[in-house]
Structure formats: C-alpha cells, structure tokens
C-alpha cells in the first residue's frame, strides 16, 4: 500500500472528503482560463489534467476508452471525457433521466451528482476499493447479484464495470432484469476496434500479466466489435451513438476535451 493510502486509511471519511472538497475547489480555482470548458460543474480552465494509462497493449489495440489522455480530466470537478459525453448526450435527451428511477454502478462523481439532482429516485452503488473516497450516498452493490425487482430502473449506467467481471453475460443479464421494458442502460467499456472478437482469457490472472494483455491489472478482456452481440445475447436492443451524430462541433469536442471517437452503447429494454 503506498504512503497516500495509509495515510487515507487513519483519517476519518468525513474529514477525508471534506478535504477532497476543499482541494478540488483550490484545484479548480488555479486552473481557470478559457481553454478548455466543462459543463459539469459550470467552469472554464486553461488546462484539463492528464489521465489514463500509457501501456503498448493500448496503443496497440488502439483501445477506446483508455490510454493516456494529455488533457482530460476537469481539475474543478474530476470529470473525465467520458462523463462529460454522457453530459452533452443527456443534455440532448431530457427525456431518459428526468423524474425517472436511475441506477448508477460504480459512479462517477460529477455525472452522479448531475443526474441525481434531475432523478426521481437515484442509487449509486459500487463495490468498495480500499484508499478510495466515495460519496456518503454511495452503497455496496454486485452487480452479479443486485438487490431489486425485475423491471424496477428507468436508466442504468455503468460504465467501464463489465470488463472486470468474469461473468459478464451474468451481469448483463441482471442488469437486464431490473431494467423496466423501454428503460434505457448505458454501459460503456473500453474496446478495441482493431478487435473483431473480444479477447479474453481467465487463465490470465495475474495484475502485471493483466496490464499487458488487458490494459489494466484488474481487467480480464478487451473488447471487440462484437461487444454489442454479447449485450444483444441477453436480450437487450444496441445502439452506437457518436458524438457527431450529438452535432457537437469541432470546437465543442475539443474545448469539453471529448474523444471523437468514443461512441456511447445505448442498450434498451
Ligand atoms: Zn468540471
């Protein structure tokens, strides 16, 4: 464990986030400009932080969704280029996640904290990772086994969850159940277009073997093309949406620092 997760672990949670708070806030204060733009939390930054990891398997495979990203995530918030794609998607269709019932797995902040604000009902659960901070309202969920009726959320999202699970055809399906007919899931992962077949393989199981092959020591496949075969599988209808087809314009994609290629997976009941 390094020095920054012990010294997490004998502070107090409240205190944690109360200081996570109060530093996002200096952070966020010492970054404004008029470079860059994020929707999310309302500033404009001269600079957005790197993020993402730098590792062959990525560039390799050319894998979306990963990678090191120059300028990615918002220093006023933490939102990365992928929340705030979803943001500009939402933002675009009021329809999906106003007055509904929304499940958020594993969430991220500033995109949590948007969609609750417009929810009917909003639950936000992740299975814990020691050294992180979660917000108060945030419970302990498996996705393999999740505790709510068939036909019980509006609007899943879940976002880059499904490729640390073995089973994810499991998940898939369960997520597929609680979901009410015409409920709409976003389910991002990362995926190589380079790939036509998912690559995984569980024999593959230790965190450095993992980062070479997957891209991460958690992670135990990338996925392909087919991805939205295995969602359909399960019952769900698949679509791709790109941030072209959102008419967000050169200057937008490049102020919100969003991947044009990244494609939001709209799974529907
Ligand atoms: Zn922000």
Redesign the pocket.
């Known amino acids: 464990m390094n020095l920054l997760c012990q010294l997490k672990k004998q502070l107090p949670l409240s205190l944690g986030i109360a200081i996570r708070k109060e530093f996002l806030y200096l952070n966020g204060l010492f970054f404004r400009g008029n470079q860059f733009e994020?929707r999310?939390?309302g500033?404009q930054y001269r600079k957005f932080l790197a993020g993402g990891f730098d590792l062959p398997v990525i560039n390799e495979l050319q894998i979306i969704g990963g990678g090191r990203r120059p300028s990615t995530i918002?220093p006023?918030?933490h939102?990365n280029d992928r929340e705030r794609l979803l943001h500009y998607y939402f933002e675009q269709n009021p329809a999906v996640f106003t007055k509904k019932d929304i499940l958020h797995i594993a969430p991220e902040p500033?995109l949590g904290r948007y969609l609750q604000k417009y929810a009917k009902s909003y639950i936000g659960g992740v299975k814990y990772y020691e050294g992180f901070y979660y917000p108060p309202n945030v419970q302990l969920l498996d996705v393999l086994a999740l505790p709510f009726p068939e036909n019980h959320f509006d609007l899943i999202v879940c976002n880059h969850v499904l490729e640390h699970i073995e089973e994810d055809l499991e998940a898939m399906k369960a997520l597929y159940k609680v979901l009410k007919p015409s409920g709409t899931a976003i389910l991002q992962v990362p995926w190589s277009p380079l790939l036509q077949q998912t690559k995984e393989d569980f024999s593959i199981t230790l965190p450095a073997e993992r980062e070479k092959y997957f891209g991460q020591f958690d992670h135990v496949r990338v996925y392909g093309q087919d991805y939205p075969k295995r969602l359909e599988s399960v019952g769900f209808k698949v679509s791709k949406v790109y941030p072209k087809q959102l008419s967000i314009n050169e200057a937008a994609l490049k102020s919100l620092a969003i991947n044009p290629k990244e494609c939001i997976f709209i799974a529907e009941k």
Request: glycine share 12%.
């Open positions: 994020c999310l939390c500033h918002c006023g918030c939102s500033a």
